[in-house]
């Protein structure tokens, strides 16, 4: 059964930081989401990363994937309060079987 | 383009009685997914369905829930004698044939007294 687990699951920080989110998979992965949650929201997909090395940007964001070791990041960089959201990573664990598994987020909170 | 469009957005239900929640994916996608989840929890998978077709359902549970994705019009999550812990936000979710990403409703909640 595929796992996914995200950490931290809170993390408060101060405009102006940089801070990393991790998301380990358990088994053999094609594609890796992040996906971001304001409260009582709806999902909002951030980046979509296919092969190892992958490295994708937007803003303050930057995701990574390192599918041997079954790791993927998401960067942020000299944060701002308009990113306190709950970001999400989610695996779709091999063709054909199009269901993704969500990790159980990382609630993320910006102190001006 | 519409997005993904669910209703109802809010949904009260006392035990016992039934949920039918509707999704409407975008344009051109004729893939649906069924997410729930919980309050402080990610989304746990339900079931994928395509036109008139269920594909993968292994995250349903075995009783009271059912979905369908009939030739014409939304798809339909019914929940039946509805219970305190079906409280929840559930997800619809589509993507096109070519699969990749999923776009995701605004989700319908859930309560149930």
């Known amino acids: 059964e595929l796992k996914v687990e995200q950490n931290p699951l809170f993390l408060s920080m101060q405009e102006g930081k940089n801070y990393t989110i991790y998301c380990n998979y358990s088994?053999?992965?094609?594609?890796l989401y992040w996906y971001r949650q304001d409260p009582g929201k709806s999902l909002e997909s951030l980046f979509v990363?296919?092969?190892?090395?992958a490295v994708k940007q937007e803003g303050r964001l930057m995701a990574s994937l390192d599918t041997k070791a079954r790791l993927s990041t998401l960067h942020i960089t000299a944060a701002v309060h308009d990113l306190s959201a709950t970001y999400f990573c989610?695996?779709?664990?091999?063709?054909?079987?199009?269901?993704?598994?969500f990790g159980t987020g990382t609630r993320l909170t910006i102190i001006p | 383009n519409a997005g993904v469009m669910q209703n109802p957005r809010h949904l009260v239900r006392r035990r016992g009685q039934e949920a039918r929640l509707r999704c409407s994916p975008m344009?051109?996608?004729?893939?649906v997914y069924w997410y729930r989840q919980l309050p402080e929890e990610g989304l746990k998978f339900m079931v994928y369905?395509?036109?008139?077709?269920?594909?993968?359902e292994s995250g349903m549970p075995k009783e009271r829930f059912s979905a369908e994705f009939p030739k014409e019009g939304p798809s339909i999550l019914r929940i039946q004698q509805v219970v305190r812990g079906d409280s929840a936000a559930y997800f619809c979710?589509?993507?096109?044939?070519?699969?990749?990403?999923?776009?995701f409703g605004p989700g319908t909640r859930l309560t149930v007294l």
């Open positions: 979710a589509s993507s096109p044939p070519t699969g990749d990403t999923q776009y």
């Open positions: 088994t053999t992965s094609d594609r």
């Open positions: 990363l296919l092969s190892n090395g």
């Open positions: 989610a695996v779709r664990s091999n063709f054909g079987n199009e269901k993704l598994t």
């Open positions: 344009k051109g996608h004729s893939h």
């Open positions: 369905l395509q036109k008139e077709n269920i594909i993968d």
